[in-house]
């Protein structure tokens, strides 16, 4: 135990006004209430994000907060792997399904070294009214058996639509040895141009200026600036497509 002197002031502080509400506190026991507080947590969570947890061994997911409901639209009582999986956005499934094969590779070869760590997908996945939503999916594994295979994974998925525009299938994990793996093979899984995107960059190619682009494909010139943006990042910049209206 630390004395209150041996504190920062901050926490000190924090320490002596918790103890105006438990006198008696120090050397309690801590309450064992994990199952409700993980419930609890869940359901106070930011209201674009929603948790589910994953048995490996049994592959059935445990639990799944409330917030799916506001993220996807449908409650928890619904949900599924299947379904989660079906929803995925048809031009994100190969890039979503190998990222989480290698990642499903790494756990089971380097074991408890997974724990500890986060693997992060961003991608598309269709809300119960039929839009998509961009989605942040975190994984974390939470326990091992004695062998040190992975028993849990949570999931953490949140809405990222608002401030994460275009298409693009983005993976990145803390351990270095599965980002190479994902660096490595996720590039040849970048989805191709549209028809739409084609349409436009052949038109930039052809020196057509945003506005005029717009009015040969009946878009608005805003549409066809985010057309202008997404291409650059599908072809990795090798055209200069950034928005030009004159």
């Known amino acids: 135990m630390f004395s209150g002197t041996s504190l920062i002031p ?7 006004t918790w103890r105006t509400v438990y006198p008696h506190g120090d050397g309690a026991v801590p309450v064992q209430l994990a199952s409700s507080a993980i419930r609890e947590l869940s359901r106070q969570m930011l209201l674009n994000q929603f948790v589910f947890i994953h048995d490996v061994r049994a592959q059935q997911p445990v639990f799944v907060s409330a917030g799916i409901e506001r993220v996807l639209g449908y409650p928890a009582t619904e949900f599924s792997v299947t379904r ?6 048809p031009d994100d499934v190969a890039a979503v399904g190998r990222a989480t094969v290698l990642s499903a590779e790494y756990a089971a070869r380097y074991r408890a070294d997974t724990l500890g760590q986060v693997f992060s997908t961003a991608y598309r996945l269709r809300h119960h009214q039929g839009h998509y939503v961009r989605v942040l ?17 949570a999931s953490i ?5 608002a401030h994460k525009f275009g298409d693009e299938v983005t993976c990145h994990c803390t351990d270095e040895r599965l980002q190479r793996r994902l660096e490595q093979e996720m590039g040849s899984l970048r989805p191709r141009l549209s028809h739409r995107e084609q349409a436009v960059l052949g038109l930039v190619l052809a020196g057509c200026s945003s506005r005029e682009i717009a009015t040969e494909l009946h878009l608005s010139v805003h549409t066809v600036n ?5 291409i650059a ?7 200069r497509l950034g928005p030009s209206t004159d």
Do not use: C, M, P, W
Not at 84 to 89: C, E, G, N, V
Not at 226 to 230: A, C, P, S
């Open 10 to 16: 901050e926490l000190a502080g924090v320490r002596r």
């Open 84 to 89: 989660l999986y079906q929803s995925i956005h």
């Open 137 to 153: 999916r975190q994984n974390y594994g939470l326990s091992a058996d004695e062998e040190g295979n992975v028993l849990l994974i």
């Open 157 to 161: 998925y949140t809405d990222i639509s």
């Open 226 to 230: 985010t057309h202008r943006r997404n």
């Open 233 to 239: 990042r599908k072809t990795r910049r090798r055209y």
